[in-house]
């Protein structure tokens, strides 16, 4: 297999590289400001500040580079974390009772030759009542995640159900990664 880099400080990615097969990675972290042009879609600004990720982490030419960006969605608003608990409680009570769209952009580079994708999935909360989110948010789980929410941990209590790639929503949509390292002539299936 190629020499794979992972462009993240995400446990999250690190882990579902893992559960793929991807066990030899190695971790840069790439240091970008989160800027992205007015007027772009969800999507756009997911590909946008993904593939400046990508560009920001210097490789050798042999070396596969992964990098990703996820935001949450809400009514084309987007929500990134929370600064404080009654922030994430705000955040959290927008969510409830509603669907809200997550976008994971994905780029794929090797060299000058660069793939940049993106994935959107639906993720409907149920209704919730204060004094539960209020425990949740006591937790400390939603301070470090955009939304205010982790789906692979107690915040999957707050999901009624999910349309799309599940693993997009904890950061890494994994079949589309899959079908872009293909595309570098890496099979993980083989």
Do not use: W
Not at 116 to 140: C, D, K, W
Not at 168 to 179: D, Q
Request: glycine letters at 8%.
């Amino acid at each position: 297999m190629a020499k794979i880099v992972l462009a993240s400080g995400s446990p999250r990615r690190q882990e579902l590289l893992r559960r793929i097969g991807i066990t030899d990675f190695t971790l840069r972290v790439p240091q970008v400001e989160e800027y992205y042009p007015e007027n772009l879609s969800p999507e756009e600004i997911v590909t946008y500040i993904s593939r400046e990720k990508s560009l920001a982490v210097v490789s050798e030419e042999d070396e596969i580079v992964i990098t990703a960006d996820t935001m949450v969605f809400l009514d084309d608003a987007r929500l990134g974390k929370p600064r404080d608990e009654q922030h994430a409680l705000a955040m959290l009570t927008a969510l409830q009772g509603r669907h809200h769209t997550v976008c994971t952009g994905v780029t794929v580079r090797q060299g000058d030759r660069i793939l940049n994708r993106a994935q959107s999935t639906h993720v409907y909360f149920r209704s919730a009542t204060e004094a539960e989110l209020r425990a949740y948010i006591a937790g400390g789980e939603p301070m470090d995640k955009a939304g205010a929410y982790g789906v692979q941990g107690q915040g999957a209590l707050l999901v009624e159900r999910i349309d799309g790639d599940f693993f997009n929503v904890m950061g890494l949509p994994v079949v589309l990664l899959e079908r872009m390292l293909a595309e570098f002539g890496v099979y993980l299936l083989k």
